[in-house]
């Protein structure tokens, strides 16, 4: 799987989606189990879908930006932000083809009581579906006046909410960075190609 970099917001580009959430392999194969880790990081090369009944968020912001691969390569991606974000029975996955065929890893976290926790959030992705309920919503906004710490470039087209739920999540990403991430009840599974949706 290549690593790549997250660049910020790239100018004149249409915001792509909206909302998001996440959690990638990369983050669990260091052997997180229950505890809070801090993490930084970004993955690209492969898209992995993330899924989840609900993401309950404060502190949103989404703009437009470009997710680069270790290779230069260039891939659109809606940048969205989320200060503080719970994730209810949650589920991740990725696919690779390997010379055995395909490869999976299947990921699922806050299956139970507690859902699984992050705390900023960011996430590079190229197509969302759920029911999205936003509150003190603003549209339109200068990406470089967002009420997140992490903002876009001036000029750039953005929203911002105080807050932000979504039933049903289903997620197509490129990259996910967090400074934590507190995954209760995880469990990792090597499958042969198996997807969250």
């Not at 249409?14 to 392999?25: E, G, K, Q, S, W």
């Not at 990725?94 to 900023?120: F, M, N, R, Y």
């Not at 197509?172 to 995880?186: C, E, H, I, K, N």
């Amino acid at each position: 799987m290549k690593l790549s970099k997250l660049t910020g917001s790239r100018k004149g580009r249409v915001a792509l989606a909206v909302i998001p959430v996440t959690i990638a392999a990369s983050i669990l194969l260091g052997g997180v189990a229950q505890g809070a880790v801090p993490v930084s990081f970004a993955i690209s090369g492969s898209q992995f879908k993330i899924g989840a009944d609900k993401l309950a968020g404060t502190g949103f912001s989404q703009y437009a930006g470009v997710a680069t691969a270790s290779d230069g390569t260039q891939h659109p991606a809606a940048i969205a932000n989320i200060k503080d974000a719970q994730l209810y029975n949650l589920c991740q996955s990725v696919v690779q083809d390997t010379p055995l065929g395909k490869v999976g890893l299947l990921i699922s976290a806050g299956t139970g009581k507690e859902p699984a926790k992050a705390t900023d959030l960011q996430i590079g992705m190229n197509d969302l579906s759920g029911t999205a309920i936003f509150k003190n919503i603003r549209i339109g906004v200068d990406a470089s006046t967002v009420n997140t710490a992490k903002k876009g470039d001036a000029g750039d087209f953005a929203m911002d909410s105080d807050s932000v739920d979504i039933s049903n999540l289903e997620q197509v990403s490129w990259s996910t960075q967090a400074a934590v991430f507190q995954l209760t009840d995880l469990s990792l599974k090597i499958t042969d190609g198996t997807e969250c949706f």
